[in-house]
């Protein structure tokens, strides 16, 4: 076993350390290391989307990526879309429009939507389809994903064209309980 | 959120699912998502080859590298030898399942299991495998059914004798059973036709493509007792498997059903629960095994190849006559593959006075074939519904209309026996005809519409179902059926429609196998309907006891009492009058909590009929086929929750598409899968497909309580026959092999220039 490597970063907001080797990928860091195990591995090479993260602004397969380059980076997973309460809008629709079966590519899916829309917060439907065909789901056919997604987009694009980005979506709409 | 229909209130409209916010939160605990302290991490050795003799397996140095803890062989497994188990859906040879988890002085696939080693992590685990020395003789090897079945062909199985119409032969080959299913006579029937067309199709080898491999995590305890930890579609055939694969008594084994990343009938058999159970044994330390994609590919189960001949006659008025099948299956490295199913299926769809079928089931040096949504039927109708469509062509009659026209319908006898109970199959049909789509124009070059209908069975299988009563007037509801595509949910409604309650008052759980009674796979499009009949039965017995305690309350019978939606009333006095909510806070202080209880095996499975409906457009030039329009109709019986029987169709489909259009184990000439990852092996992405609408047609099942019927498996049945006939409208070729890639649509227009 090879030296381990002294790894400082800020995962979800908050700083983080930790130790890895050199080989290790950082979807093994945050899975084995800070379990953070929402972020999922399904092929381990860079075509399934399953573990997306968002390094420095930028959506990355998080299996593509060693677990020593996020030294002094920045690292947003899944489990820091939501906002401390309730949910991100992303999570809201996708839960609305039955979005997910077997739910193991809804993490990956929302976290590479989140990245879409704080570029593109009003997508049009085929923008979401090229921007997602990086993320395999092989239980809904795509069809309520691309749903949520473009509905998530549409009230997002409200709340924050009236500056009420970190409300979720039940306080911006009253209908949902 | 919708209303409902049939004078429901629960089932028909569309709640958040239970589990829903864990799983878009990431909090929900997949197979490999499960840690504990001390845990070891395991990885297996697999065959480079696909045919050959073990001679020897040393491991001396992988057990010498610092960090690795054990290793283990078939030889640290008891020899099963050729017991046959009923494992809940299907018998099994355990020999072959156990060789199968690890070879057994042979492997017969490139990617089967002959070792596996526990270490410290994974990276040291995968070095171990490096130090391995497996000494192999090599055989020649068969990987196509047709050549397999040929004599001469390598012999997988020195002692696989074909068994042909349910005797022995005493003929060694590679074909393990023979069969038929006859009615009328088939000679007479195409004498009688105005029309016949025979023509030979090929489909290739698919996987299912859940996205979670394999995970599974073993804790063999000093006292005996084995816990495994396992993404499953069914933790009891996990801990029946366990146990015949182990020697050891189901009561030492418990089966916990971790969240499942998909299965579509891949994760029901065992592949690394009883290996990482043995590693278990013998560090005395919790084991994980992983698989990575490529090790899914190659050493799970797929669905099969096959070689299938279909020829169909009709008349001139357009009734069919007579029709005939001749179906080969690849089977995998053992017997079993779903040709069987297959056969039933082929001709479902339509009431057809004299046919004949003969089945084959073969084995080839492939990965075991597993089963996958509806199947064998999708090969099937592949063959068939394309004849069809050609038969329409040839009498020029609207490939719907012909179908109402010989649709099968209640009282019709299917070539392999049953007789049909009520079936939507007329209604799926009428309903895609009067479709906007379907009555669309589709204008410009290149483009064409297909149609195509399917069928599948559905089952029932046993389930078991507690759910207690809590104080603030909401239910704990314990089943045993994994969840893949929000079936605590459909299972829930069934329950709140059943004691007046909504579906957020119902808490479902997931249990293993020592908290719930024994509970079948989630498979056969049966959780809906067996799990929720086994929760609407807990229902009625908590409703019994609801009734009974309220009378005690109120001092009078039973019999003086009523319940409906969620009230009960006193017969003999109006202003007695509890819900349920309120009699729910009385428990504790009259007697305690109240328990339902319920264990069903129902009979009434209402099977599937689905009529698809697809609009393409064929780039000559490249092959490349676009999906512009998709619209899939389907009888679901009474939809329980519409957005996730939608979810159903619409998964099916696409996975029909991809099994039509670009899905395919490629081989090389050494017998090696040449495309194990999701970059070579094309699964559909979103950027590949449109919209796809559906069409429910509730046609409810006389057999089901609220008139449930299986939805999930029959979508997957018709796109690959309504895609091809589709690309036939747009430029005129017919292909009759599956994957319809994009070079070989190129090479069939071609050859037509």
Not at chain 2, 593 to 608: F, K, L, Q
């Amino acid at each position: 076993m090879s030296k381990k490597i002294h790894v400082q970063t800020t995962i979800n907001g908050e700083p983080a350390e930790f130790l890895c080797e050199p080989r290790q990928s950082l979807l093994e860091v945050l899975r084995d290391e800070l379990r953070l195990t929402g972020t999922k591995e399904g092929c381990n090479n860079g075509n399934c989307g399953a573990c997306n993260v968002i390094l420095d602004g930028r959506l990355v397969n998080s299996c593509l990526v060693l677990g020593a380059e996020v030294q002094g980076k920045t690292v947003t997973t899944i489990e820091g879309v939501a906002p401390s309460q309730g949910l991100h809008p992303l999570q809201q629709k996708f839960l609305e429009h039955a979005a997910l079966q077997c739910g193991i590519c809804t993490p990956g899916f929302i976290v590479a939507a989140r990245a879409l829309l704080e570029k593109k917060p009003n997508p049009t439907e085929a923008e979401v389809r090229h921007w997602l065909a990086g993320n395999l789901c092989r239980c809904t056919g795509y069809d309520k994903i691309i749903r949520a997604v473009l509905d998530a987009a549409d009230l997002s694009f409200r709340a924050r064209a009236n500056g009420r980005e970190r409300e979720t979506i039940s306080q911006v709409r009253g209908e949902f309980p | 959120m919708s209303t409902s229909t049939n004078g429901y209130k629960v089932i028909g409209t569309r709640p958040i699912r239970h589990d829903g916010v864990d799983k878009v939160t990431g909090r929900a605990v997949y197979g490999a998502d499960v840690q504990m302290p001390g845990l070891l991490h395991g990885r297996i050795l697999r065959s480079p080859i696909p045919h050959g003799c073990i001679k020897k397996i040393d491991a001396s140095k992988a057990l010498a590298l610092p960090g690795v803890e054990a290793v283990v062989t078939a030889a640290d497994f008891p020899n099963p030898g050729d017991k046959i188990a009923e494992l809940g859906e299907g018998a099994v040879n355990l020999r072959h399942l156990s060789s199968n988890c690890l070879a057994r002085g042979k492997v017969l696939y490139k990617g089967q299991a002959v070792a596996a080693v526990a270490a410290v992590s994974p990276h040291v685990a995968e070095e171990a495998l490096k130090l391995i020395a497996v000494e192999y003789e090599p055989l020649p090897h068969v990987t196509d059914v047709v050549e397999a079945m040929r004599d001469g062909a390598p012999l997988l199985h020195d002692d696989l004798v074909t068994e042909s119409l349910g005797k022995p032969t005493g003929k060694r080959s590679n074909v393990a059973k023979h069969f038929q299913f006859k009615i009328g006579d088939v000679e007479k029937g195409f004498a009688e036709a105005a029309v016949v067309v025979e023509r030979e199709f090929h489909t290739a080898t698919v996987h299912q493509g859940y996205i979670e491999p394999h995970a599974a995590t073993a804790l063999w305890s000093a006292d005996g007792s084995v816990t495994i930890w396992c993404s499953t579609q069914g933790a009891f055939t996990v801990r029946a498997q366990m146990a015949e694969l182990l020697d050891l008594p189901v009561s030492r084994i418990k089966a916990v059903p971790t969240e499942i990343g998909g299965g579509f009938g891949g994760k029901i058999r065992v592949y690394l629960e009883p290996v990482a159970a043995a590693l278990s044994k013998k560090t005395g330390r919790p084991v994980k095994i992983t698989m990575n994609r490529t090790e899914v590919f190659e050493g799970t189960g797929p669905t099969p190849g096959s070689y299938i001949k279909v020829k169909m006659g009709a008349d001139k008025s357009g009734r069919l006559t007579a029709a005939q099948a001749y179906l080969a299956y690849e089977a995998g490295a053992f017997p079993g593959s779903p040709v069987g199913p297959g056969a039933m299926c082929i001709f479902a769809c339509y009431n057809i006075p004299n046919v004949h079928i003969d089945g084959y089931d073969v084995v080839v040096n492939k990965p075991a074939t597993s089963a996958y949504r509806a199947p064998g039927a999708t090969n099937a109708a592949f063959a068939s519904e394309t004849v069809v469509d050609e038969i329409c062509e040839k009498l020029n009659i609207d490939p719907l209309d012909f179908r109402l026209k010989n649709a099968a319908h209640e009282g019709t006898r299917r070539a392999d026996g049953p007789v049909y109970p009520r079936i939507g199959m007329i209604e799926t049909v009428e309903a895609a005809k009067k479709h906007p789509h379907y009555n669309s124009p589709l204008a410009g070059p290149n483009r064409g519409r297909g149609v195509a209908t399917g069928f599948w069975f559905n089952c029932g299988l046993k389930s078991s179902a507690t759910a207690s009563v809590n104080a603030d007037g909401t239910v704990s509801l314990v089943e045993g059926s994994t969840d893949i595509g929000g079936t605590r949910t459909s299972i829930a409604m069934q329950l709140a429609e059943a004691l007046g309650l909504r579906a957020e008052d119902v808490r479902p759980v997931v249990a293993d196998t020592d908290m719930v009674g024994y509970t079948d796979v989630t498979g056969g499009s049966r959780v809906t309907f067996a799990t929720g009949w086994a929760a609407y039965e807990a229902a009625q017995d908590i409703k019994r006891q609801m009734v009974a305690r309220a009378a005690l309350v109120w001092g009078v019978k039973p019999e003086d009492v009523s319940y409906d939606a969620g009230v009960l009333r006193c017969k003999t006095d109006d202003a007695k009058r509890l819900t349920f909510k309120e009699l729910a806070e009385k428990l504790h202080a009259t007697g305690g909590t109240i328990v339902g209880r319920a264990s069903v095996d129902p009979t009434g499975v209402g099977g599937g009929f689905a009529t698809h409906v697809v609009d393409v457009e064929v780039d000559p030039e490249t092959g490349k086929v676009t999906v512009l329009r998709y619209t899939a109709v389907q009888d679901v019986g009474q939809a329980v929750h519409p957005s996730y029987v939608e979810g159903q169709m619409q998964g099916g489909a696409v996975q029909g598409i991809g099994w039509a259009l670009n899905e395919e184990y490629a081989y090389n000439a050494r017998g090696e899968m040449t495309n194990a990852s999701f970059l070579d092996y094309r699964m559909p992405t979103s950027l590949d497909l449109p919209m796809i609408d559906t069409v429910m047609v509730e046609v409810a099942n006389p057999g089901h309580p609220y008139g449930v019927r299986g939805v999930g498996e029959v979508p997957i049945v018709p796109p690959p026959a309504a895609l091809a006939n589709a690309i036939y409208r747009a430029v005129g070729v017919r292909l009759t092999q599956l994957p319809m890639s994009p070079g070989r649509v190129v090479k069939a227009v071609l050859a037509k220039k």
